[in-house]
């Protein structure tokens, strides 16, 4: 590229190999000068112009960039928002199932108590209304206890002369059986 000094009358110096500025005569100095200037300037514009070219291309890739982090940005923002939405609806509803759990228990344990509430009261019923309202002490819860494993007793003994008379009713079959096999020997003995 050419450069000039700056100084009146003298000749431009060159950085390109090519034209020797030496070698040119003074009568064409004046004329190379003026086209040396004139190219310079030309350089110097079509320079100006692909400088403004590239650095309008950069800003457009610039741009075109910054774009694209906003959105990547906007939907990384809604993602997040949507995960949290997520994660908040399951701790939701983990926390519904353990208070309705805890409810269901707490209402078990109430159920569980108010029936073993009932079944003492009815108990203390039955008690009172096999005594026959006597007029002792003998209604007290103790000795509710007490009527209440003489009755287990009871049912215990009911149940016991119920299977032996079913026992011997059926050994009474089986030897009505065993004897109408053996007729004569049975009517010897009687």
Known sequence: MWTNTGEVGSAPRSSSPLIDVEAVSDDDSDTHNSLVDREQRE??????????????????LQQEQDKERAAAVIIQNYYRRYKQYAY???????????????????EHKRFKKSQEAAVCIQNYY??????GSRGSREGTPASGLKLQKERAEKEKQEDQSVDVHQKSASQGASSTSTGLNSGHETSLDC
């Open 88 to 106: 908040f609806k399951q701790m939701t509803h983990a926390a519904m199932v353990i208070q309705n759990g805890y409810r269901s228990y707490c």
């Open 43 to 60: 350089l110097y514009e079509a320079a100006k112009i692909i400088q403004k070219a590239y650095r309008s291309y950069k800003g457009r």
């Open 126 to 131: 039955r008690n009172y209304k096999e005594q």
